[in-house]
């Protein structure tokens, strides 16, 4: 209950910060990756990223489950 209360503490400010920060973007400043593609390229690497690690997940889920199968 605690570590709820905690993270609710926590995260509420953060979520109102980062709010305040992108109401403060111009159009000039929005264009910098966006302009040359180079946004995209980011994204790409990022979510390659991501599913690399879901899959290594997976698959140590899938040999612990193997391995107390087998001992249990």
């Known amino acids: 209950m ?3 209360i905690y993270y609710l503490l ?3 400010p953060a979520l109102l910060f980062s ?3 992108f109401a403060q973007m111009s159009d000039n400043e929005q264009t910098g990756m966006r302009s040359n593609g180079k946004i995209y390229v980011v994204l790409a690497v990022c979510l390659t990223i991501l599913a690399g690690l879901l899959l290594y ?3 140590i889920d899938r040999k612990i489950g193997k391995i107390e ?4």
């Open 19 to 21: 709010s305040n920060l």
């Open 10 to 12: 926590l995260s509420v």
């Open 2 to 4: 605690r570590n709820k």
């Open 69 to 72: 199968k087998e001992n249990g």
């Open 57 to 59: 997940v997976v698959s």
